[in-house]
């Protein structure tokens, strides 16, 4: 096995998006495979992962002739329904297509987001999301959750977030680092608090959750020290 190539962005339709694919946005039947312009077949030549999109040829010498592959792939969007808080009339607001992480559009002034509506092309039908209030992040804060986070918020003080997880929590998918979740809780505290200095930091096992931190000893870096058992 030579190794892994994991099929190129499109700058044009997507630009300046990295990072890895959604799952199952590579369309496998539209995969065409060239070395040198020789067609390669599928399970011969090279194998494809139908999930991540990457692929590995099937030979024992690295080969000089230039290998390019031509393929079709899906974005995903999050559309928003509003409701014009005088008239009481809905509209759609359309959001901008993304490999990965779509954003909604943004609400203009007297609009009210009733629902956001994943549209994937994968799907047969798009999948509606019921906006339920406006519970956000800072809820676990002042409902008692996190006293410490509370008293340094109400009292002006720094703040230090430490996120402990699974890949999710490390930024894995994340089509670029301020896509990464630690990059937009952070972005999300410094908005709705933006007389605070907030510092965030991450750690994260693939395949891990919160619940096993505590048995692990995660690589804590940026100037992090634990804290002796009391």
Same mark, same amino acid.
């Given at each position: 096995?030579?190794? !892994?190539?994991?099929?190129?962005?499109?700058?044009?339709?997507? &630009?300046?998006?990295?990072?890895?694919?959604?799952?199952? !946005?590579?369309?496998? #039947?539209?995969?065409?495979?060239?070395?040198?312009?020789?067609?390669?077949?599928?399970?011969?030549?090279?194998?494809?992962?139908?999930?991540?999109?990457?692929? =590995?040829?099937? /030979?024992?010498?690295?080969?000089?002739? %230039?290998?390019?592959?031509?393929?079709?792939?899906?974005?995903?969007?999050?559309?928003? *329904?509003?409701?014009?808080?005088?008239?009481?009339?809905?509209?759609?607001?359309?959001?901008?297509?993304?490999?990965?992480?779509?954003?909604?559009?943004? !609400?203009?002034?007297?609009?009210?987001?009733?629902?956001? *509506?994943?549209?994937?092309?994968?799907?047969? /039908?798009? !999948?509606?999301? &019921?906006?339920?209030?406006?519970?956000?992040?800072?809820?676990?804060?002042? $409902?008692?959750?996190?006293?410490?986070?509370?008293?340094?918020?109400?009292?002006?003080?720094?703040?230090?977030?430490?996120?402990?997880?699974?890949?999710?929590? /490390?930024?894995?998918?994340?089509?670029?680092? /301020?896509?990464?979740?630690?990059? *937009? #809780?952070?972005?999300?505290?410094?908005?709705?608090?933006?007389?605070?200095?907030?510092? *965030?930091?991450?750690?994260?096992?693939?395949? %891990? =959750?919160?619940?096993?931190?505590?048995?692990?000893? &995660?690589?804590?870096?940026?100037?992090?020290?634990?804290?002796? $058992?009391?």
């Amino acid at each position: 096995m030579v190794g !892994a190539i994991r099929p190129a962005r499109n700058p044009g339709a997507v &630009p300046g998006q990295v990072g890895t694919p959604a799952p199952y !946005a590579l369309d496998t #039947a539209s995969l065409v495979v060239r070395r040198g312009g020789a067609l390669l077949r599928e399970g011969t030549d090279y194998v494809v992962d139908a999930v991540y999109g990457t692929l =590995c040829l099937l /030979e024992g010498e690295a080969s000089p002739l %230039r290998v390019t592959l031509d393929y079709r792939y899906t974005l995903l969007r999050l559309d928003s *329904v509003v409701v014009d808080a005088v008239t009481g009339e809905r509209h759609l607001r359309r959001g901008v297509s993304h490999l990965t992480n779509p954003h909604p559009p943004l !609400a203009a002034a007297g609009e009210v987001v009733e629902a956001h *509506v994943l549209v994937d092309d994968r799907a047969e /039908e798009p !999948a509606i999301y &019921p906006r339920r209030g406006d519970a956000t992040t800072d809820d676990a804060v002042f $409902r008692g959750r996190l006293p410490e986070a509370a008293r340094r918020l109400a009292s002006g003080e720094h703040l230090r977030v430490l996120f402990l997880g699974d890949s999710i929590t /490390e930024g894995g998918d994340a089509s670029t680092d /301020e896509d990464a979740f630690r990059a *937009v #809780a952070a972005r999300l505290l410094r908005t709705r608090h933006p007389g605070i200095e907030v510092h *965030v930091a991450a750690t994260g096992d693939r395949a %891990r =959750c919160s619940g096993s931190a505590p048995t692990t000893r &995660p690589a804590i870096g940026g100037g992090w020290k634990r804290r002796p $058992r009391t």
